[in-house]
């Protein structure tokens, strides 16, 4: 089943300035017009490892069973992404079988030492329910280990990290973390990152929903956590609201060729934000969603710009 956000994402990159994008030399060709720039990469800061700045979300795209298409597809994807320069990969025990197709992928490719991997548990189980989560999840995986792992949606201020820090401890994953993608979370939340000081946070963020600005992302800056970016492409409605329009000029001074660039570009160019991890389930998206980390990214003055143009647009 194609979703909407395909639909819009493939008509909008065919067109325009995109165009050029699309029919270069075959979708992976994309590679491989900016493949002289390496894709960025930018330190964890609580250990000073380099990140590449794009990776993936797994939700819906990895989200299949018994479908030799989508398997072969999704493997191409983690190809295109390995060979283009990027590694972060993120899922979910609560995203139905993503686990398991990321699991099946890695295994089939040979690839766990070159992917950085990060799932999540549920926030609110208690430490029996929330390790049986953790251990699932490295059976899906098929790993001994994950490089993160994140206590998904917390919405509450009082949340404490110490079963976090012990499963670091023990060996099972590298790096712990948070997550949320609601605004109503951002207060509860805003207190357990100054008082837990996590290796990473996961926050919803875009050109289109800049709250996150506010105070979550200067407070992650401050207390050194490495921030992870989900939506961003806001539930598919920054491609709604772009249409069918052509990019605008000041996206050729920053090399967006495509408005997946330009949306992942802006991102990107918050001093704060570590990574992006857009949902991807097409070698050419990978591609795309590559390329906006790669190159030149916009300064003050031109994330101005870029605000200003979007917000004016109808």
Same mark, same amino acid.
């Given at each position: 089943m194609v979703s909407c956000t395909n639909v819009l994402r493939r008509r909008i990159l065919t067109a325009g300035a995109g165009s050029a994008l699309a029919t270069a030399m075959g979708p992976l060709s994309l590679a491989f017009g900016a493949a002289e720039q390496p894709l960025q990469t930018r330190p964890i800061p609580h250990s000073g490892e380099q990140l590449p700045i794009v990776g993936i979300g797994t939700r819906m795209a990895f989200e299949f069973e018994?479908?030799?298409?989508?398997?072969?597809?999704?493997?191409? &994807?983690?190809q295109t992404m390995i060979s283009g320069g990027a590694k972060l990969v993120d899922t979910a025990h609560s995203y139905s079988t993503a686990e398991d197709r990321v699991g099946d992928l890695i295994a089939d490719l040979g690839a766990r030492d070159k992917l950085f991997i990060a799932t999540k548990f549920s926030f609110n189980?208690?430490?029996?329910?929330? $390790?049986?989560?953790?251990?699932?999840?490295?059976?899906?995986?098929?790993?001994?280990? &994950?490089?993160?792992?994140?206590?998904?949606?917390v919405s509450e201020a009082n949340y404490d990290f110490g079963m976090l820090r012990d499963w670091k401890q023990q060996g099972l994953c590298?790096? &712990? %973390?948070? $997550? $949320?993608?609601?605004?109503?979370?951002?207060?509860?939340?805003?207190?357990?990152?100054a008082r837990e000081k996590p290796d990473f946070f996961q926050?919803?963020?875009?050109? %289109?929903?800049?709250?996150?600005?506010?105070v979550l992302l200067p407070l992650a800056r401050d207390v050194g956590a490495a921030v992870m970016v989900n939506l961003p492409f806001g539930r598919n409605s920054l491609f709604k609201k772009a249409g069918g329009?052509?990019?605008?000029?000041?996206?050729?001074?920053? %090399?967006?060729?495509?408005?997946a660039q330009f949306f992942l570009k802006f991102i990107l160019s918050h001093p704060a934000v570590t990574a992006v991890i857009p949902g991807t389930d097409k070698p050419e998206y990978m591609v795309d969603n590559m390329n906006a980390g790669r190159g030149v990214l916009p300064d003050a003055a031109m994330r101005k710009r870029m605000i200003d143009y979007w917000d004016a647009l109808s």
């Open positions: 018994n479908d030799p298409a989508q398997f072969d597809e999704r493997r191409r &994807v983690l189980q208690d430490r029996a329910a929330a $390790t049986a989560s953790m251990q699932r999840s490295l059976q899906r995986l098929k790993v001994s280990r &994950v490089d993160l792992i994140q206590a998904w949606n590298r790096y &712990v %973390g948070m $997550t $949320t993608s609601f605004i109503k979370a951002y207060d509860p939340i805003s207190k357990v990152l926050v919803n963020y875009s050109i %289109g929903d800049r709250e996150a600005e506010r329009r052509p990019l605008p000029d000041l996206a050729k001074e920053i %090399g967006a060729a495509s408005w």
